[in-house]
């Protein structure tokens, strides 16, 4: 069971590569699950039994049963059922909120969804990765950019909590795709969001094509790029907070299997972390610049929220240090519960 990083929960059941017709360039998913065996009923069962046993009524009413790692709604049809049917009785009054499902845009239709519908299924993220059909294409995707707004369309329609997931950086992607890529997921405005910097591992097309030289990422990885993607996904994070669309992932989880596999991309276990510390970081240089104080030697306070103080400071008070050494500019970060999330008070 695996929490997310906000009041709502995941039992996460990982269903790996199950289902997939295509092998995409960056996917490994015996590293990014840990996994290899297919789960059946009985490990459902147990799975949620113990996530049950674990949590009171009020945990369990926001927390859904997860089915994640492979195409869920392109696997064989018995077993699809299999594993929706192991999950209904810990489903309804005083139990789970429902079910979760990852799948592709390319395996949804209208069968399928009143089929997910009778089931109790609830929300539905769909593996967009990029909305440019060239790097759909040489990432070996096996669907199109039209097929996420089609699939996406019939997903709000027919009811479903709507998740979409993204990858920055794969395979031929540039700058400008990334932006056109955001831009094109807000004006679906999905209820949540996931994103994933790419992350080269072995035994992959990308790792192939790392190791033999012909892979160029679109930030050179000797010049420090992993300080560009934070700042190019806090911006990101920016934008879709602005449209009111939730983040619920960013970044692959901290893993020793991750770290081990990994030829590069970008990576860093507190990847989120490092996003939200770089808003702050923003939010306080712009409203300096903003009232034209940002003059050497001045001392600020800043009030944040008392969720956030951390975040404001940054990891080893890497927001202090930035000011000090490039402005020479003090910063005191105090907590104030009047203050929302990611805003300040100077």
Known sequence: MRPENSRHSNISIFVPHAGCPYHCAFC???????????????????????????????????TEIAFFGGSFTAIPRDYMIELLESAQEFIG?????????????????????KLLKFYHVTSIELGAQS?????????????????????????????????????????QSTWDDETKTVRQIISIHPDTVR???????????????????????????????????????ANYMTE?????????????????????????????????????????????????????????????VIRVNPKCVSKAVGQKRENIHYFQKMQGIKLKIIPDPTIDIFEIKI
Do not use: W
């Open 195 to 233: 994103i994933y910097p790419v992350v080269i591992l072995k035994h992959t097309m990308l790792g192939d094509l790392y190791q033999s030289g012909k892979l160029e990422l679109f930030c050179d990885p000797e010049k420090n790029s992993l300080d560009d993607v934070i700042s190019m996904t």
């Open 240 to 300: 879709f907070r602005k449209h009111d669309i939730k983040l619920i992932k960013i970044g692959l989880h901290a893993s020793e299997f991750v770290e081990k596999d990994m030829l590069g991309g970008y990576y860093h276990p507190a990847f989120r972390e490092l996003c939200e510390s770089r808003i702050y970081r923003v939010q306080i240089e712009n409203f300096l610049k903003f009232q034209g104080i940002l003059k050497s030697g001045q001392e600020f």
């Open 131 to 171: 909305m440019s059909d060239q790097v759909l294409s040489v990432n070996h995707r096996g669907h199109t950019a039209q097929d996420v707004f089609t699939a996406s369309g019939l997903i709000r329609s027919s009811g479903f909590e709507l998740g979409l997931q993204i990858m920055l950086g794969l395979y």
């Open 28 to 62: 490994n998913q015996h590293v990014i699950t840990q996994q290899n065996a297919l789960p059946h009923a009985e490990q459902v069962r147990e799975i949620c039994q113990q996530a049950f046993q674990s949590m009171d009524e009020n945990a369990r009413k926001h």
């Open 93 to 113: 009054n005083q139990k789970f909120s429902g079910i979760r499902i990852s799948t592709r845009p390319d395996c949804i239709d209208p069968e399928i969804l």
